[in-house]
């Protein structure tokens, strides 16, 4: 690893601009968490965003790569010679629980990375691009797939962004994920009159719960299997007829992943046997609706270990995933995790966060070497893949 070799004065920049916008950010970031929008409705969070990007002098795309509440915000240097780098902005709530997950702080992280980041380019004449993503629909959906499969991030050689957390940490494992939506189809019946004339969607339900509650004591340490029964049936009288559960299934490797998808499948196809729904619709097995499956995330080490540098140079005390001190038992997509991420030391915490990965993205455009040790280490930990040819 090469040794910080960004000058003091681009980094006075960086620090600057962010203090710079913190009343205007804390103000964007409240108004966001005080109107929580689920995945793919979150209009008022784009327009937001939109609009002040604007007014900070980018060119911003609203509704950007056929998603309505995606964007695309972006300032060139030197027509637009050298590296580009990315930032991204989510800003998506959770059912029931709001900004659960801080949300509204990712959106402020983003902005205030990528208005360093034209500071810089503006005053000290740098080549390169930035590009700040509007990426909607984290929590319930696949915002940022949509926005890789629609090339929004061809041209992009390192993209960056912070995360509220109740701890730190620089190296977090991202896994690869694939949500199943499972139903089971019974018959109708009196529960009390004649029970024996019907065929219970819902034990069917209870007994996978069950079947995965058990699994779970035989996967490895790294697999989660978790899950929610979103129709139960309908008057406790009346046996159910259908029944409806959505689950996850994560693992630390997309191979763990595919591993681990059949044995979940057969604690789900055994309950329809068990319990005889599998004949009610005319089909064997439960209906299963599957997503797509999502990749889990290689931690670029050179771009993390810089980012740790820089923040114990310059702003230290957090690391990429920042600790917003909330209560105790209070992590993520919990009420009190919710209450932490309005406080003014979550907002703090943030700029800190987003100050380091500014630096680490500017390093990146003015330091050839550390450049290469990144897609180095992006070529070894990626297997068959490789860095695009144009870096």
Known sequence: MTEINLAKEYADTVIKAIDNKSEELRTISLQIHEKPELSYEETFAHNLLVIYLKDQGFKVTPSAYNVETAFVAEFSSKGGEGRIVSFNSEYDALPGIGHACGHNLIAISGVAAAIAL?????????????????????????????????????????????HPSPYEGSFYNYYALESWNIEYFGRNAHAAGIPWEGINALDAMVLAYNNIGLL??????TDRIHGVITNGGKAPNVIPDYTSAGFMIRAKTLENLRALKPR?????????????????????????????????????????????????????????????????????????????????????????????????????LIDDEFAKQVKDAFNTSNGGLHWKDSM
């Open 118 to 162: 034209k500071a810089v380019f503006e005053k000290h004449e740098i080549p390169g691009k930035v590009k700040l993503f509007g990426t909607p629909a984290e929590e319930i959906g696949d915002g940022k797939i949509d926005l890789i499969k629609a090339g929004a991030y061809d041209d992009v050689d390192i993209s960056l962004m912070v």
């Open 216 to 221: 779970r004591q035989q996967i490895l340490p």
């Open 264 to 364: 979940v499948q057969k604690c789900f196809e055994a309950a329809a046997t068990a319990t005889g729904c599998t004949e009610a619709n005319g089909t064997k097995d439960p209906k299963i609706t599957r997503k797509r499956e999502l990749f889990d995330m290689k931690i670029n080490s050179p771009l993390g270990e810089r980012y740790e540098e820089y923040l114990r140079k310059f702003v230290p005390g957090i690391h990429p995933l920042y600790d917003i001190k909330a209560p105790q038992g209070s992590g993520n997509h919990t009420i009190g995790f919710t209450n932490a991420a309005k406080t003014e030391f979550a907002h703090e915490a943030t700029l800190t966060a987003s100050k380091g990965i500014a630096l680490t993205a500017l390093d990146f």
